[in-house]
């Protein structure tokens, strides 16, 4: 029996407007249906109004949020164990492929007829997916900004040499001009892209050694040294810097 049993095949279809949710399969008929399990780490505000809407939209089903720290590990550790798995988790897609090759999802577009996705980004939907088939139904997605506070910066800079100027002549001991999580590639990412550079391409290639993506990396590095050292999450939140970012 596989992790997502394939009721939830048949739930997701009914509730496709919910969807962020990836789904498995296994034993029961979809019509037997009462209780649906989704694990989840987000916002309790978020996870509520999912809720609130998921009860109005099946009120003959009963469906719980349950939230799962470590979510990842938790479903690597279930694997297809068919009690105590959820039935659907709501995550982002980065492990699509992981849980699709342990066998513990069950594709989605084996119930949904691919004109349901027409609405939808179609690299939303390509993230979701893996070998040709999709497992993931997109929510939302997400891209880096730029943002500064103007009580502390009149204008936001028109290009990056003028930010590394700007982080040259002003950041001090106790201030930052500029403050970003530079120690991931999740935030070194669009400074790669803007050389044309890749870190793994469509063809699952990687593209470390890719030109673009070695003068990218060479260009953030010079903006390291006038930001706070570690780059970790908890640094660059903390409300003890000051920064603009």
Known sequence: MKLI????LFFLACLLMA??????????NPEDVKKIKIWHTA???????LQEQ?????????VTMERKDQ?????QLIGNDPFNAPDMYFWAHDKVGVFAAMDILAPVNEIIDTSELSDMLPMS?????YEEKLYQLPVYFETL???????????APAATDELLAEMKSKTTDDMYVFAEQ??????????????DGFIIDSRRQPGLNNPGTVEGLRYHKEFMPYMPPDGEYNTITSNSISYTC
């Open 125 to 129: 939907v390509l993230a979701g997916t």
């Open 182 to 195: 530079h120690s991931t590639a999740y935030f070194a990412a669009c400074w790669i892209q803007g050389y």
């Open 19 to 28: 969807g962020v949710i990836s789904s498995c399969s296994g034993g029961k």
């Open 54 to 62: 998921l009860n109005s939209l099946a009120p003959d089903v009963e």
């Open 71 to 75: 979510i990842i590990e938790a479903l």
């Open 5 to 8: 049993k394939r009721k939830l």
């Open 145 to 155: 900004l730029f943002m500064y506070n103007k009580s502390l910066m009149a204008n």
């Open 43 to 49: 916002d309790a505000t978020i996870a509520d109004t």
